[in-house]
């Protein structure tokens, strides 16, 4: 909705100052103008538009796509998979559209195609992702996934053809130093630095979940492929789209979105062709009535079991509740001036109030994410959100000024505000006024 950068919005430090998803945003805009959408236009085609490329790249990487609807419906209902990742209208979802259409090309057309169109092909994809998404390191795991399945010349090929990839999208970038260099920080973050969980986002925190149910579900559908003949499995080591999930999965302990990213799109490739193998076995399956009281059941389990009332999916949220309502004469006062700070420790307020006023004149202290931020304000943040009372919320009241504002969710207003022992009034905090806003608190200075 603006052309104004990341750091000219966020509180941030310089070697985070790249856009990495630059590719979605320019599409976005090409898009908005193209067809004059406002903000909460280009978030429904955001959203319709992933979720669809998704579903139609897992249909392209299926051998037929009833296999694809079974092995998405009953991964879905088992694992509480996707639904929610699915309509959030974020560009991951390109790159796990890109996981299953090269492993159709790798583990499946490759000796239908000619090299030349399989590393085209390949290309072509992997400089979309690269632009698109951005996280092209990630894609490491690619070939190091056909490497331990004992495809060596094909894992050094894609090796190839990702750098190739990473280099092109860096041209395109017309900043190939700060490209390279903000993936190398991310990694570094990422996976060097101890940092309590808590204040993760939740994508870069460990899985956390007990998977008995995922590990009941697998077990059956071992035992049923097993007990047809249809599985070697035997040979599972050197299936590259199993081998592919299995690392992903064991690196979601450390990091939540391979599970989200690689590890699930790579399971429902591979279910969706055992499935399809597994088919021609039972006879009962070979009548349509079966077959079609089985993807209604499916279905509608799929959805009951991921069914959440609280969701704003399924609940209609208008426009007027989302963010605080500056514009209204009472609350003009409360808006933050031209070059403020808006204070919070919610990624909330960010999304909601950056989403209604993409032109507003001010910064966010705390945005999408909070190691892009200085290291002296994120230790600040930290220390607040470690021990959340009125006493410690001084670290920002004494480096406020008139234009900055310090936001909370109606929630956090009324519960965090606490010590050890006790609640703790927010008014306390002498240097500040608040007021009310719809479903926040907004303060200022006196």
């Known amino acids: 909705m603006h052309e104004r950068s990341d750091s000219e919005i966020v509180l941030m430090r310089p070697e985070y100052s790249f856009d990495h998803n630059f590719g979605w945003h320019r599409f976005l805009r090409t898009v908005r103008k193209i067809f004059g959408f406002n903000q909460k236009q280009v978030l429904y085609f955001s ?21 694809w609807y079974f092995s998405f419906c009953i991964a879905n209902s088992f694992l509480f998979l996707y639904v929610n990742n ?3 209208g974020r560009p991951f979802l390109i790159t796990s559209a890109a996981i299953m259409l090269l492993l159709r090309l790798w583990c499946v057309e490759k000796d239908c195609l000619s090299k030349k169109c ?3 092909a390949s290309f072509f994809i992997l400089c979309a992702v690269c632009w698109l998404h ?3 390191y990630l894609f490491l795991l690619f070939p190091l996934a056909f490497a331990l399945a004992g495809r060596l010349k094909d894992a050094f090929s894609i090796f190839l053809l990702l750098l190739a990839a990473a280099l092109t999208t860096a041209l395109l970038s017309g900043d190939i130093f700060g490209y390279f260099n903000y993936h190398y920080n991310v990694t570094k973050d990422i996976f060097l630095k101890d940092i309590v969980n808590k204040v993760l986002v939740s994508e870069l925190r460990p899985l956390e979940e007990t998977f008995w149910v995922f590990t009941f579900f697998l077990m059956l559908i071992f035992i049923a492929l097993i007990s047809k003949k249809s599985l070697a499995w035997r040979k599972l080591h050197k299936d590259p789209a199993f081998v592919l999930w299995f690392i992903s999965y064991i690196g979601s302990y450390k990091v939540l979105r391979l599970w989200r990213d690689w590890a699930v799109p790579a399971l429902l490739f591979w279910l969706a062709w055992q499935l399809y193998i597994l088919y021609p076995k039972f006879v009962l399956l070979k009548k349509k009535g079966v077959v079609a009281f089985l993807a209604i059941f499916l279905g ?18 208008p426009p007027k509740e989302i963010g605080c309502d500056f514009l209204s004469p009472e609350n003009k006062p409360w808006m ?15 999304y909601d109030n950056y989403f209604r006023y993409p032109h507003g004149d001010w910064k966010y202290y705390l945005a999408f994410e909070q190691e892009l931020m200085p290291e002296d304000n994120l230790k600040q943040l930290r220390a607040i959100i470690s021990d959340f009372t009125a006493e410690n919320l001084k670290r920002w009241t004494d480096k406020m000024k008139p234009e900055d504002r310090m936001i909370f969710s109606e929630k956090h207003f009324n519960e965090y505000f606490k010590t050890r022992s006790e609640k703790k009034d927010p008014n306390e905090i002498d240097a500040l006024e608040w007021k009310k806003i719809d479903k926040y608190y907004v303060g200022k200075l006196k």
Not at 47 to 67: K, R, V
């Open 134 to 136: 951005g996280s092209w």
């Open 336 to 350: 933050p001036d031209s070059g403020g700070m808006i204070y919070a420790v919610e990624m909330e307020i960010y």
């Open 86 to 88: 699915l309509i959030m």
């Open 47 to 67: 959203i319709i538009f992933l979720y669809l490329l998704f579903h139609l790249a897992g249909i392209i990487s299926s051998p037929h796509p009833l296999a």
């Open 300 to 317: 509608l389990n799929s959805w009951i079991v991921n069914y959440n009332a609280k969701s704003p999916f399924f609940t209609f949220v």
């Open 118 to 120: 399989l590393l085209l």
